[in-house]
Antibody, heavy 121, light 111 residues
Framework: QVQLVESGGGLVKPGGSLRLSCAAS????????MSWIRQAPGKGLEWVSY????????NYADSVKGRFTISRDNAKNSLYLQMNSLRAEDTAVYYC??????????????WGQGTLVTVSS | QSALTQPASVSGSPGQSITISCTGT?????????VSWYQQHPGKAPKLMIY???KRPSGVSNRFSGSKSGNTASLTISGLQAEDEADYYC???????????FGGGTKLTVL
């Protein structure tokens, strides 16, 4: 069965950095586009970033562009999100989610359980 | 402010039907048949309920259906059950630059 397991969340000071990981299993990871989606406490969902199956294409929400970097290691079936210059407004549960095969289409058919990132002094 | 507009809350009694609207623009909902709907129970990850406007993933009850007219998409749940009580989010593809936009979410209460 498809499983996505995030890790790496925690408490970080404003301006700090954090690297999230997402371990995938139960499907051919290298075939799929993958996304990070976040949810601030008590708020709605916000798409953050996606990466193509071969890492050729990436895209970012304006709110994180220039501060966050998405990457993947298909040999390790893993997705990453490097988050720099963190701000209080980045506080959220971060989910990794599987998207399409041919393209990123916002068809997020599997989600991880999420990892909480708290940015506070 | 979310890119797509949903009602904050809807309610219905067991057995009834409800519809949740999701209003976007000609740049997202109105331009692409790539609207999806997600169900989220408290403390849980979202679950895909509808994709490409009206398609249901395997395992999702046929009580859930989706449609679209112009810039507004809709999710209808028929034969309401207690376990349907959850938050529901719509999402639309919005082009290669903006990519994905979500609605603010709708809290469904089963009375």
């Amino acid at each position: 069965q498809v499983q996505l397991v995030e890790s790496g969340g925690g408490l970080v000071k404003p301006g700090g950095s954090l690297r999230l990981s997402c371990a995938a299993s139960g499907f051919t990871f290298s075939d799929y586009y993958m996304s990070w989606i976040r949810q601030a406490p008590g708020k709605g969902l916000e798409w953050v970033s996606y990466i193509s199956s071969s890492s050729s294409y990436t895209n970012y929400a304006d709110s994180v562009k220039g501060r966050f970097t998405i990457s993947r290691d298909n040999a390790k079936n893993s997705l990453y999100l490097q988050m720099n210059s963190l701000r209080a407004e980045d506080t959220a549960v971060y989910y990794c989610a599987r998207d399409g095969v041919v393209a990123a289409t916002t068809l997020f058919d599997y989600w991880g359980q999420g990892t909480l990132v708290t940015v506070s002094s | 402010q979310s890119a797509l507009t949903q009602p904050a809350s809807v309610s219905g009694s067991p057995g009834q039907s409800i519809t949740i609207s999701c209003t976007g623009t000609s740049s997202d909902v109105g331009s692409y048949n790539l609207v999806s709907w997600y169900q989220q129970h408290p403390g849980k990850a979202p679950k895909l309920m509808i994709y490409e406007v009206s398609k249901r993933p395997s395992g999702v009850s046929n009580r859930f259906s989706g449609s679209k007219s112009g810039n507004t998409a809709s999710l209808t749940i028929s034969g309401l059950q207690a376990e349907d009580e959850a938050d529901y989010y719509c999402c639309s593809y919005a082009g290669s630059s903006t990519f994905g936009v979500f609605g603010g979410g709708t809290k469904l209460t089963v009375l």
